[in-house]
């Protein structure tokens, strides 16, 4: 490889890495808006917690097309997923505020789910490859546009429906329509944004060739996390708001701990390109397990701590996961973020539901502390993962001349 080639793959394009995060940041503002929504929704038709978390399935089922994204995006210019994502989530999610029915919530967020699977197919692997050799810099400055964006949103619910109202909702749509706008111009197609989509001359198959060791205890741990985050980030308003607080406080709960995660996504992915992915995924998955629990037995303003603890702690380990998996499957880091999170989101289609039947047959106190606890059994898994990122292998050909 060319010495200003090399420079260029190890270069961090922080300017291009922070538009990404950007994107994303508008993007996960919208798809938040559905937590606090599920007060709304369970006291206007009615519905059980099966139900309202249900009502997250259909905007999760969309995920499952992540693969087929991201094998497209590995041999095209798929920068439009990222571009066109913020608008078409902001639509939909901006008219659930007047939706008539079940069914036409459950038609919104599969639109909505299609759309979000197009960005979080593509656009991790965008910010990577213009991060170089900071791949976990990159994914946390991703990772914080998702989490700044999940922070803001239960702020503006909080607020819009006591004061403006849920009819009024469709007028929300547009900064997503804005930000679409900005993003073509903001994101053109120049070779370095796009190069990296493209596969680099050997197959997902060989790649996948020696991986059982990493993959098999990473499938259990993924697990087990989802069932941690699951449980704090869709059922926290739910359960507050059950146990008599407001719907702003319940709201403004969620906030606090996504305010939070925005720090533990930052540090989390940064730290574990010094300490290792091995002992971040530790650090975020155990101080969980605890910290939920504790959550348990305390009320009132003495959550909010616990609250920003779970944030820095649970909302960490995204960042780590997600650059374990690009630097593993370098040829392909399209296809394999789409399988990563097609499963996760197919995961979390399935916990979601689980954890609200467990709240409707005893309470969803009960679901917080079996969430806590089966998480701990995952733990001793971390240690058959890698201690310490690789270097990424050089494609074929492109030594340094």
Request: proline share 5%.
């Amino acid at each position: 490889m060319p010495i200003d080639a090399t420079r260029e793959r190890s270069d961090f394009d922080g300017g291009r890495v922070a538009t990404i995060a950007a994107s994303h940041w508008i993007h996960d503002s919208y798809t938040a808006f559905l937590a606090p929504m599920l007060i709304v929704f369970k006291e206007n038709l009615g519905l059980s917690n099966t139900e309202a978390g249900l009502l997250s399935v259909f905007m999760q089922e969309a995920s499952l097309l992540q693969p087929v994204i991201g094998g497209v995006a590995d041999r095209f210019n798929a920068r439009y997923f990222v571009i066109l994502a913020p608008m078409v989530t902001g639509i939909a999610m901006s008219f659930l505020g007047v939706a008539p029915s079940y069914l036409a919530l459950a038609i919104l967020l599969t639109i909505a789910g299609i759309s979000s699977a197009c960005m979080h197919a593509v656009g991790p692997v965008m910010a990577g490859n213009v991060s170089g050799s900071k791949l976990g810099l990159g994914m946390s400055i991703w990772m914080v546009g998702g989490e700044a964006g999940r922070f803001i949103s239960p702020l503006v619910i909080g607020a819009f429906i006591p004061l403006m109202g849920q009819q009024r909702m469709p007028w929300l749509m547009i900064g997503g329509l804005l930000t679409s706008a900005v993003l073509m111009f903001a994101l053109p197609a120049d070779k370095r944004s796009v190069s990296g989509l493209q596969a680099r001359g050997s197959s997902l198959r060989q790649e996948l060739q020696g991986k059982g060791r990493l993959l098999a205890p990473l499938l259990v741990i993924l697990v087990f996390q989802i069932i941690q985050s699951v449980t704090l980030v869709t059922y926290l308003p739910v359960l507050l708001h059950d146990e008599g607080e407001s719907f702003w406080l319940a709201s403004v709960s969620l906030s606090v701990l996504q305010a939070a995660g925005v720090a533990g996504a930052f540090f989390g992915g940064t730290l574990s390109d010094r300490l290792g992915r091995r002992l971040m995924i530790f650090l975020s998955i155990l101080p969980t397990a605890i910290l939920m629990l504790a959550f348990l037995t305390v009320s009132g303003w003495a959550r909010f701590p616990l609250l920003v603890l779970l944030g820095l702690t649970s909302l960490s380990v995204t960042p780590v996961v997600m650059a374990l998996i690009q630097e593993n499957f370098p040829n392909n880091r399209a296809l394999a973020n789409g399988f990563y999170m097609a499963l996760s989101f197919g995961i979390r289609a399935i916990v979601i539901v689980i954890v609200g039947r467990v709240g409707d047959l005893f309470s969803l106190r009960t679901a917080f502390a079996v969430a806590a606890v089966v998480s701990l059994l995952s733990t001793p898994l971390v240690f058959w993962l890698p201690a310490k990122p690789r270097e990424e292998p050089q494609p074929p050909g492109t030594a340094a001349r």
